[in-house]
């Protein structure tokens, strides 16, 4: 018997792109009034390489998003020619701004009315991402009961342990989860190889291009709670 909906968060609910380009926006903004070394050096994109090159360079923090925002900061900052102790402020400072701008995200269409049906026919909620948006600061904290997210668990989907620190929380097994993603690998296959049933959210187009397949797929969060309806009642006719 399902129990519980587990809900990947960027590019299922919101679309990321537009949020990162307002997070980069408003620190560059920032750092031009509070660090203009760097912005007299760096152009606003200097962002992605700092990430690209925080990726490749120390591949353990790849699956932190936090991490690669501050350890891009404190590289970038200090090419601009600050010393150690004003890069050290300015990339806590500059972070707790970033940090702010992203958790201001829009919506896609019906999540509102999907979240209250299904948060009323009694199922636990929650959240599993690699991102570092937070429930509470987004307005989802009336409907989700948990979240966990890569920076915090130290592995990101589809890790099978980001997954198991969930299952350990809700105290449900997996046959009893239904895990809603964008993410084809990171959510469908990551919670499928834990026995999870799967919703793949389809809002911005994808191509599907892979052998294994999702338990239902939407293509609008308004069909959201009928392709769970029919994930339990094709578990109860078995």
């Known amino acids: 018997m399902i129990k519980c909906l587990s809900f990947d968060l960027d590019d299922t609910l919101w679309d990321i792109r537009p ?96 979240l209250d049906q299904l948060k009323a026919q009694g199922y636990v909620m929650g959240a599993i991402t690699n991102g570092n948006a937070d429930i509470y600061k987004v307005g989802l904290g009336q409907h989700f009961d948990f979240q966990f997210n890569a920076h915090e668990a130290g592995v990101e989907k589809p890790h099978p342990a980001i997954f198991e620190a969930m299952l350990a929380h809700i105290e449900l097994e997996p046959e009893q989860v239904i895990h809603i993603g964008d993410n084809p690998i990171a959510d469908v296959q990551g919670a499928q190889e834990l026995g999870m049933a799967t919703i793949w959210i389809n809002v911005i187009t994808q191509e599907w291009q892979h052998e294994f397949r999702a338990d239902k797929d939407v293509s609008c969060i308004s069909d959201l709670p009928g392709a ?11």
């Open 19 to 114: 949020v990162i380009e307002h997070v980069d926006t408003t620190l560059y903004q920032w750092l031009a009034a509070h660090a203009p070394a760097y912005t007299q050096m760096f152009a606003a994109d200097n962002f992605a390489l700092l990430r690209k090159e925080v990726i490749e360079q120390y591949p353990h923090l790849a699956h932190s998003v936090t991490d690669i925002r501050l350890k891009g900061l404190n590289l970038g900052l200090a090419r601009a020619g600050y010393n150690a102790n004003k890069v050290s402020m300015l990339t806590a400072e500059g972070f707790a701004v970033a940090l702010k701008a992203r958790q201001q995200v829009s919506y896609f269409p019906h999540v509102w009315q999907a």
């Open 228 to 238: 769970v309806q029919q994930i339990v009642d094709e578990k109860m006719k078995r």
